[in-house]
C-alpha cells in the first residue's frame, strides 16, 4: 500500500487549495477513503471520507460547506479541494483508507492508521 500526498502550500486566509493523493498498492476503487489532518501538538483529526463510487461524501463539522472530497477511480486518485481556509485548517493532510465504511467516520475512527508522508497546508495572514 502507498499513499502520496501533495498539493499543500501556504495561503491567506480565504485561500484556496486542492490536495491529492495517488493509490497504489491496493485495488482503489474498492475501498472507502478519508482524508486526515495533523495540527502542530494536536492528534489526528478525520476531515472527510468518501465511499468507493464517489457518490456519497461525508465531513466533519468544522471543515463543511468549505471542504470538496472527491476520487477518480480510473486514475487512482483522491482529491481534496479546500475553499475559505482559515488558520484553524493548518496542518499536515494525509489520505488515508478506510477500515469501516464511510457512514461510520462522524461518529468513531473510521481509518486505517497507515498513511503517506503527508502535505503541508499552512494558512496564515
Known amino acids: 500500500v502507498q499513499l502520496v500526498e501533495s498539493g499543500g502550500s501556504m495561503v491567506q486566509i480565504g485561500g484556496s487549495l486542492r490536495l491529492s493523493c495517488a493509490a497504489s498498492?491496493?485495488?482503489?476503487?474498492?475501498?472507502?477513503m478519508s482524508w486526515v489532518r495533523q495540527a502542530p501538538g494536536q492528534g489526528p483529526e478525520w476531515v472527510s471520507g468518501i465511499n468507493t463510487r464517489g457518490n456519497s461524501a461525508f465531513y466533519a463539522d468544522s471543515v463543511k460547506g468549505r471542504f470538496t472530497i472527491s476520487r477518480d477511480n480510473a486514475k487512482n486518485q483522491l482529491y481534496l479541494q479546500m475553499n475559505s481556509l482559515k488558520p484553524e485548517d493548518t496542518g499536515l493532510y494525509y489520505c488515508?483508507?478506510?477500515?469501516?465504511?464511510?457512514?461510520?467516520?462522524?461518529?468513531?475512527?473510521?481509518?486505517?492508521?497507515?498513511w503517506g508522508q503527508g502535505t503541508q497546508v499552512t494558512v496564515s495572514s
Open positions: 498498492g491496493f485495488t482503489f476503487s474498492s475501498v472507502d
Open positions: 488515508a483508507r478506510n477500515a469501516l465504511p464511510v457512514d461510520f467516520c462522524s461518529v468513531t475512527k473510521c481509518y486505517e492508521d497507515q
